[in-house]
C-alpha cells in the first residue's frame, strides 16, 4: 500500500511537490516561442523601414507613425486583454489572438500604401495584446515558486532571440531584387516577402501552445478543482517520470493570498460576471493595498519599454544613415542628430533608395549580447537584488543616452546605441518579476495588463514623438529621455519591497 496522500494542499505547495522537470521547461519554452513570434511581428516593421520608407517615399514624421501604430493599438486593447485573460482563461485568449494576429500580418505584406499599413498594424496591436499580454502570467502559474523569476527571465530570452533572426533574415532576403506587379495595384518587392516569412513563427507557435492546458490557478479560481487536480498529476508524472497515481495530493485549495476573492459569484450570467470582475479588479489595482505597487509599476515600463523601443524601432534606420554617410564621405565627423536631421543631405541619397544593407551586422551582434545579457539578468537578478540592479540598468541607460548626442565617430556612436538598447532590455524581466511578486493570482494578469498599458503608451509615444522631433529638436529630445530614465532609476532605490502576504 502507497503513502498516503495529503488533503487541502495549498497550490503553491503542489506546484513545489510537481517540481520542474521535462513538463515545466516544455511550458516556459513554448511560451517562450510565443513571444518570440509576437516579438518578431511587433519588431519587423523597424528592419524593414528603410526599404518600406524608399518605397512608399515616406517622411521621418510618418516612418515614425509607421513604427508606433502596433503599439498604440496595444494600448487601446491593454485592459480588454487582462480583462479578458482573467474571465475566459490566459491559453485561450493566447492562441486565438496569436492566429488572428498572423492573418493581419500577412495582409500588411500587401498593403498598397503606408495609410492601410499603419491601419493594419493598429488593429494587429489592439489583437496581439491578446497573446503577448497574458503570457508572462502563464509561465508565472505553471511554475513553482523556486524558479518562477528563472522562468519569467528564461521566456524573455527566448523571445529576445528574435532580435538576431530578424536582422540576420533581413540581411538575406531585403538585398533581393524583387519588383513584381500584382494586378497592377501594388509592387511586390523584397520587404514584403520578408514579412510574408516572419509570419511563418507565428502560425508554429500556435500549434506548440494549443498543446498546453489552462493553468491551474485560473482553473483552481473558477472553482474547478479536479481539473486543477489533474493537470497537477500530470506535470507530477512527467516532471517526476512517475505515474499520475503517484501524486501525493488528495486535492488542493487556493493559497491564502488568493482566498477570499469571489464578491461576484452570485452572478450566473458570464458576461455580467465578467465586467463586475473587471471593474472589481481594476479598482482594486488602485486600492489602499496595492495603488502604490500600481503606479510604480506603470512608471518603471513607461520609462523601461518607451526608452527600449525609441532606440531598437529607429535602430536600423540610424544605422543606414551612418553607413551610408560614412560611404560617401572620407571623414566621418556628424553627430547622430546631424545625420537624423538631414544637415548634411544624406535624405536625398535614401530618397534614391541606394540603400546599403551591411548595417544588419550590427544589429546581429547587437541582438547576440542582448541574450547573453539576459542569461546574465537570470543568473544574477536574485544575487544582486532585482531592485538595485534595475536602478543601474536605468541610470546607467539615461546617463549613455545624453553621451550618444556628443558623440562625432562612427563606431562610437554604433557602439553608444549598442549600449543603450542592450542595457534597457534587462529591465523589462526584472520589472515583470516584481510585478508577479507584488500580486496575488486573481489580480495578476490585471495588474500585468495596465503596467504594460503604460509601457505600450512609452513605446507609441517615444517612437512616434522621436521621429517628429529628429529634424528640428533632435539633441532636447534625447535628453529628455535621460531625465525620465534617471529619475526613474532613483525612484527604483526606494521600491517597496516584495508585498507581504497574510
Known sequence: MGPSKKANVPLDEALAICGSGLYTTYVIFATGFLLFASMLNIEAMAMVLPAAGCDLKLSNTEKGMLTSTTFTGMVVAGPLAGFLSDAYGRKKLCAITQTISTLLLLLSSVAPNHITLMAINFVNGIVLTGSFTPAYVFVSEFSPQSIRAKGLIIATCISLLSNIILPGLAWLVLPLEMKTSIFGFITFTSWRLYIIIISIPMFISVVCFWR???????????????????????????????????????????????????????????????????????????????????????????????????????????????????????????????????????????????????????????????????????????????????????????????????????????????????????????????????????????????????????????????????????????????????????????????????
Open 212 to 502: 498546453i492546458p489552462e493553468t491551474p490557478k485560473f482553473l483552481l479560481n473558477k472553482g474547478d478543482a479536479d481539473g486543477t487536480l489533474e493537470i497537477l498529476k500530470k506535470i507530477y508524472a512527467v516532471n517526476n517520470k512517475m505515474k499520475k497515481e503517484d501524486f501525493p495530493v488528495l486535492n488542493v485549495v487556493l493559497d491564502s493570498s488568493d482566498e477570499g476573492y469571489g464578491e461576484n459569484n452570485e452572478i450566473t450570467n458570464p458576461f455580467l460576471k465578467s465586467v463586475k470582475d473587471m471593474i472589481s479588479r481594476s479598482k482594486l489595482l488602485f486600492s489602499k493595498e496595492f495603488v502604490l505597487y500600481t503606479l510604480m509599476s506603470c512608471i518603471l515600463l513607461f520609462s523601461q519599454v518607451g526608452s527600449f523601443y525609441s532606440y531598437m524601432l529607429w535602430f536600423p534606420e540610424q544605422l543606414s544613415r551612418i553607413k551610408l554617410f560614412s560611404t560617401i564621405n572620407e571623414v566621418y565627423n556628424v553627430t547622430l542628430c546631424d545625420l537624423m536631421s538631414s544637415r548634411y543631405g544624406t535624405v536625398e541619397v535614401i530618397e534614391d533608395c541606394q540603400l546599403n544593407y551591411d548595417f544588419f551586422f550590427y544589429c546581429i551582434l547587437l541582438g547576440i549580447v542582448q541574450v547573453f545579457s539576459a542569461l546574465f539578468v537570470s543568473v544574477y537578478a536574485d544575487r544582486l537584488g532585482k531592485k538595485l540592479l534595475l536602478a543601474c540598468i536605468l541610470i546607467s541607460t539615461g546617463i549613455i543616452t545624453a553621451v550618444v548626442v556628443f558623440l562625432t565617430q562612427e563606431y562610437l556612436t554604433i557602439a553608444a546605441l549598442g549600449f543603450a538598447i542592450v542595457d534597457s532590455s534587462m529591465g523589462f524581466p526584472l520589472i515583470m518579476a516584481l510585478i508577479m511578486e507584488y500580486y496575488p493570482t486573481y489580480v495578476r494578469s490585471t495588474a500585468t495588463a495596465v503596467a504594460i498599458i503604460f509601457g505600450r503608451l512609452g513605446a507609441a509615444v517615444g517612437s512616434q514623438i522621436m521621429g517628429a522631433l529628429f529634424d528640428n529638436y533632435c539633441e532636447p529630445a534625447y535628453f529628455g529621455i535621460c531625465v525620465i530614465l534617471i529619475a526613474s532609476g532613483l525612484m527604483c532605490l526606494v521600491l517597496p519591497s516584495k508585498r507581504k502576504r497574510s
